[in-house]
């Protein structure tokens, strides 16, 4: 038999059956219920829906109760699991669902027309809404489960690329349980029964991997939110005595910002991790002063999302570090001949270890690319000091990072190029004050074109954060390189100051 996060679940179901599991909008579902319930759809998937080992299946929906047991049944299945992002358009995820070859999609309410919407200009796929898992919630005892092999896919994560195409990020039992191992072997680490605060969606990274799974695994509670609610997270933290909170800097912002913060009580909080953009001191001392160290990491979902973090004792000495790495897995800075730098010397930041994907799924070709030498190669420029303290400077790629979330510059540039009268558009980051960086279109058009009609253009065909704030329309050509592509970097010089000189269109 092999180690899997079903066999997991029905140990906790079978030691620990009336501990609580999962936890949404005041409802709540204990291990057997969860173990029950997740066979019963597990069983329904393969007997009558026609799933098989391997065969991706997809799930579409906000943060709910049923999310984490449908995406549970998914894995019991023996199917893969991609979960998919319900704020996305059809175009978006019909990508996605040709990419992955998805043969069944589960439906949240209010999302059955986006998925028929998105069947209609492609391949078929079958669509299984909520009301039939819901049909299936009570019944008899069930720990119907599929175990696949360690090594083989069960669940893909698609996220942006440098190519400005999605790339499906491959996860295995044995990446998967490496990773919470490493997350378990640290004092600032989670421990059994670990009582985790989810505000980030179920279907990225962070809430799928740190929230359900590392859940899962150690028998803990997840409270789940279905939307970050600043005073009610500070309720949450009390009333559920929640030890683990993770998000981008953003979230602890407004979480401290809440009236309810100066007087909660937060004694049981040890493990708050923050990533996704550089952490402000005044931040971390908010919270350092109710008892709480905010520890910054370095992560991203090829290496299962966290692949170093500050150690707690280092957090308000070093507060632009992200640690030295993790207990079996290893960051380190290259140069460019592809060897160790020197101690402040910038170069590209690579991670190898066990929770590191196996690749991206089938894809040989970006595999290879991201992948060589038994390290992953991040893309991003980062610097270490004498003491091997990572220090996250900038990102080679070209993805802008909205509120912790990937954004494609290459995607939307395609989305606007496709507008009658524009003749070149290059994307870039602008700061925004509440989620760090928000995309700033630069476009070469005809007179008829204006900002209006980006806008409107990108909102049918690109989810809503995708869509520029600023839109600035210009009559000269764009600086472009003597290979013919554009200088993005003149550019980004040029128009730095966005935020300043123009104002948002949206």
Not at 82 to 88: A, E, G, I, M
Request: charge should be negative; include cysteine; proline fraction near 6%.
């Amino acid at each position: 038999m092999t180690a899997t996060i079903g066999k997991a679940l029905d140990w906790w179901a079978r030691t620990a059956p009336d501990r609580t599991a999962l936890v949404f909008s005041g409802e709540s579902l204990n291990y057997r219920q969860v173990r029950d319930w997740s066979s019963r759809i597990a069983r329904l998937l393969v007997g009558q829906k026609g799933v098989s080992e391997g065969d991706r299946v997809g799930l579409l929906g906000p943060n709910s109760l049923t999310w984490p047991v449908a995406a549970l049944a998914a894995l019991k299945s023996g199917g893969v699991l991609v979960p998919l992002n319900s704020r996305y358009k059809p175009a978006e995820l019909r990508k996605i669902a040709d990419d992955a070859g998805i043969g069944v999609v589960l439906v949240a309410p209010g999302f059955e027309q986006l998925a028929e919407d998105t069947v209609a200009i492609g391949d078929p796929f079958t669509v299984v809404t909520y009301s039939e898992l819901d049909a299936v919630r009570e019944g008899p005892a069930d720990d119907f489960r599929v175990d696949v092999a360690p090594d083989e896919p069960t669940s893909v994560l698609f996220t942006s690329g440098s190519t400005g195409l999605s790339k499906g990020v491959v996860l295995t039992n044995r990446t998967l349980l490496s990773i919470v191992l490493e997350n378990t072997l640290t004092e600032e680490g989670f421990r059994p029964g670990t009582t985790t605060l989810l505000v980030l969606p179920l279907a990225f990274t962070p809430g799928l991997v740190y929230g359900l799974l590392i859940t899962t695994v150690l028998g803990g509670t997840l409270v789940i939110e279905p939307e970050l609610n600043p005073s009610n997270a500070v309720k949450l933290l009390e009333e559920h005595s929640v030890e683990a909170i993770f998000g981008v800097p953003l979230i602890f912002e407004a979480i401290s910002r809440a009236p309810e913060f100066a007087d909660a009580e937060l004694s049981s909080l040890k493990t708050a991790i923050v990533g996704g953009a550089a952490v402000p001191v005044p931040l971390l001392k908010r919270w350092a002063d109710k008892g709480v160290l905010l520890r910054q990491i370095y992560g991203m979902t090829e290496a299962g999302g966290v692949a170093t973090a500050t150690i707690r004792e280092e957090a308000f000495e070093f507060p632009d570090r992200c640690g030295t790495g993790s207990i079996f897995t290893e960051v380190k800075v290259f140069n460019a001949a592809g060897e160790p730098a020197e101690a402040g010397e910038e170069g590209e930041l690579v991670v190898r270890g066990p929770g590191v994907t196996p690749g991206y799924w089938n894809d040989p070709e970006t595999t290879a690319v991201a992948l060589r030498d038994g390290w992953l190669h991040s893309g991003d420029l980062g610097r270490a000091d004498e003491d091997g303290r990572v220090q996250f400077v900038d990102r080679l790629k070209d993805l802008i990072i909205s509120g912790g979330i990937n954004i494609s510059p290459v995607e939307l540039e395609i989305a606007i190029g496709a507008i009658d009268g524009v003749q070149e558009v290059a994307v870039i980051a602008a700061h925004d004050d509440r989620f760090g960086e928000t995309p700033a279109a630069i476009v070469t058009a005809s007179p008829d074109v204006d900002e209006k009609a980006v806008i409107e253009h990108c909102e049918k065909v690109l989810a809503d954060f995708k869509v520029p704030r600023y839109v600035v329309i210009r009559q000269d050509p764009l600086p472009r390189l003597p290979s013919g592509k554009l200088a993005k970097t003149v550019i980004r010089d040029e128009y730095k100051d966005v935020d300043t000189r123009f104002d948002k269109v949206r």
